[in-house]
């Protein structure tokens, strides 16, 4: 287990950039208190992914693909191009320090 860090560091509603085994990741905290992590890497050319708290999604803006919070599951693509892929989950833990810490 790797410690990511403390939910004091993020507020609710926000999002956190975070390195997983040598690869750029994303911890989000959305204003209901979940937690998610995902691989920050979007599946169709490797865009960089972001938190949109006011959609309650994750967003790639280099084509605009769309994921969803819960499992990181694809919501919605370009017609442009084929993809199916989601994005790569990171199991996390909160122990009782609140200190975050991905599996
Ligand atoms: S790289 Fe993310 S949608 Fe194309």
């Given amino acids: 287990m790797e410690k990511?860090?403390?939910?004091?560091?993020?507020?609710?509603?926000?999002?956190?950039?975070?390195?997983?085994?040598g690869e750029k990741a994303i911890l989000i905290r959305t204003r209901k208190d979940e937690l998610a992590a995902y691989v920050a890497v979007c599946p169709h050319e490797g865009?960089?992914?972001?938190?949109?708290?006011?959609i309650h999604m994750i967003l790639c803006e280099c084509h605009l693909s769309l994921f969803n919070f819960e499992d990181g599951s694809l919501y919605r693509h370009s017609s442009i191009f084929e993809l199916d892929e989601g994005l790569t989950k990171i199991d996390l833990s909160v122990?009782?320090?609140?200190?975050?810490?991905a599996r």
Avoid: H, P, V
Avoid at 5 to 20: P, R
Avoid at 47 to 54: A, P, V
């Fill in 4 to 21: 990511i860090g403390n939910l004091k560091d993020i507020k609710k509603g926000e999002s956190m950039s975070f390195t997983y085994k």
């Fill in 47 to 54: 865009g960089t992914i972001e938190w949109d708290e006011k």
């Fill in 95 to 101: 122990d009782e320090n609140k200190d975050i810490f």
